[in-house]
């Protein structure tokens, strides 16, 4: 059959974002890092994108292979040599470090910027206007969720269900097309009101079809705003909220 369900996604900024993802999300200290620890999480997401045959770029497969070189470095017996004693002996996590940093720079600035173009669009030149009858609802917005918090997610799920290999392979019906899949997204989640539908319901097949149908079908919805995610706290459970306008 091939690569029946192999899928690209342009959300992924590059494996430095996912680093930086995990030292945030595990509250690391990036200037001593515990190269074993963000290792095994960085695998475990790499290993989550394969087993949804996510197309992933050759750059994360670089760094995977660079975080077990430097664990592999970490992990051998230090030799017994005689050095000056202000020689600097290198740290294998040297320069990992520094990239982090200079690119958590970038980041930031990149945020600021965009912050700044937000303000920028929501500045009008108009006469005031009262809003004393106006009922202003709160909106529920996506934060600081991103596609590895929900990749997170849906490895903790499938870790939860036991959704493990090899999954159902029996073909039931067709393929159904993914904006016919964000119409049944869409309708759960507005069906679920203000109080949300947690993420683990909207998988409610076991068949790798499913799970990457309705994984994109998220995607989508939230790239053109039409649902939004909020997470309580890491590695707490994601609901996802209906943001559109209600005609």
Not at 39 to 59: D, G, K, V
Not at 117 to 128: D, F, G, M, N, S
Not at 151 to 180: C, F, H, N, V, Y
Request: hydrophobic residues 40%; glycine residues 2%; negative net charge.
């Amino acid at each position: 059959m091939g690569q029946a369900y192999q899928v690209k996604i342009d959300t992924f900024e590059g494996p430095l974002d996912l680093l930086l993802h995990l030292i945030n999300h595990y509250e690391i200290d990036i200037y001593d890092i515990p190269v074993s620890q963000i290792t095994e999480q960085y695998m475990n997401y790499i290993h989550t994108m394969q087993h949804l045959e996510l197309n992933i770029a050759s750059e994360y497969l670089v760094m995977a292979a660079t975080l077990l070189a430097i664990k592999s470095q970490m992990l051998l017996p230090k030799q017994e040599l005689e050095v000056e004693d202000d020689e600097y002996m290198e740290d294998p996590r040297e320069e990992l470090m520094q990239r982090l940093i200079e690119y958590r720079k970038f980041k930031e600035a990149a945020e600021t910027f965009k912050e700044k173009e937000l303000e920028a669009h929501q500045t009008y030149t108009r006469p005031p206007v009262i809003f004393d009858n106006l009922n202003i609802e709160k909106v529920v917005v996506q934060g600081d969720i991103s596609i590895y918090d929900m990749l997170g997610a849906l490895s903790r799920m499938m870790e939860r269900k036991k959704w493990k290999e090899p999954l159902d392979t029996t073909i039931q019906r067709a393929e159904i097309p993914i904006e016919e899949r964000m119409e049944e997204v869409l309708g759960a989640v507005k069906l679920a009101k203000k109080n949300g539908i947690s993420f683990d319901e909207l998988f409610t097949e076991r068949t790798k079809s499913h799970i990457v149908i309705t994984f994109m079908a998220l995607l989508e919805l939230i790239k053109i705003h039409q649902v939004s995610c909020k997470q309580t706290k890491h590695f707490d459970t994601l609901y996802v909220y209906y943001s559109g306008d209600e005609n």
